[in-house]
């Protein structure tokens, strides 16, 4: 019975550290994104590479794609939060988002949500597809709002907020459909006909339209 004890434990120890140099040496993918050539991004815990396939860690289970198929992993970017909120002890920048909200007829807490989700309230914001700023503005976007300073947190509200009431209008005031555009580009709502099927864009639509009108708009505009 005894020396039976003392081979389970044995085993036990085995299995342990056979379990911890798998998770030393696999790769470690916590908030990543998986990107594939179809386009679709998904949000994975893990990944590992095995022959011609990859398995992906994804909430809820696994996924097995062909090697080939997959594009890259891209890390999920976080911001840190902006040191100097404009206005101590309410919203960072609230009066420059209602001024760009009563400005473009939207609503307020949509512009303040695409801000907090896009770079957590931070004007420096850079991410690693050239996004600036609060409201992460590409460079061609900048330009063609005539941004001239993407870090100054006045103008890039006032392009944000331009380009928001402008992707609205074309979509004739469907909310969700200018959010997926905001986050995936007009061209990729278009390819799809409608919300692209990405989990990361379809939860960015899910966190900023909750609770809002359906057109994004202020309620009380002339």
Do not use: C
């Not at 990361?200 to 002339?222: C, F, M, W």
């Amino acid at each position: 019975m005894t020396h039976r004890f003392h081979s389970l434990l044995s085993t036990t120890a085995v299995i342990a550290a056979v379990v911890a140099a798998v998770a030393l040496l696999a790769p470690r993918a916590q908030g990543d994104y998986a990107v594939l050539r179809s386009g679709a991004r998904l949000h994975i815990t893990g990944y590992q590479r095995l022959g011609d396939s990859v398995h992906l860690t994804v909430e809820g289970g696994e996924v097995v794609i062909a090697a080939s198929d997959l594009e890259s992993i891209e890390p999920e970017e976080t911001f840190p939060a902006s040191a100097n909120p404009s206005i101590p002890g309410r919203e960072p920048y609230a009066a420059l988002i209602l001024a760009a909200a009563q400005k473009y007829g939207l609503d307020e807490k949509l512009l303040a949500r695409v801000i907090a989700v896009e770079s957590n309230f931070n004007p420096e914001a850079v991410s690693r597809k050239r996004a600036l700023g609060l409201m992460q503005l590409l460079p061609e976007t900048a330009s063609r709002y005539s941004v001239s300073n993407v870090f100054d947190p006045a103008e890039n509200i006032e392009g944000g907020a331009r380009y928001l009431r402008d992707l609205l209008d074309r979509y004739h005031g469907n909310l969700k459909l200018a959010l997926a555009a905001y986050n995936a580009g007009p061209e990729t709502v278009e390819r799809y006909g409608g919300l692209p099927p990405f989990a990361e864009t379809q939860n960015y639509v899910r966190k900023i339209a909750s609770g809002l009108p359906a057109d994004g708009l202020h309620s009380t505009r002339n």
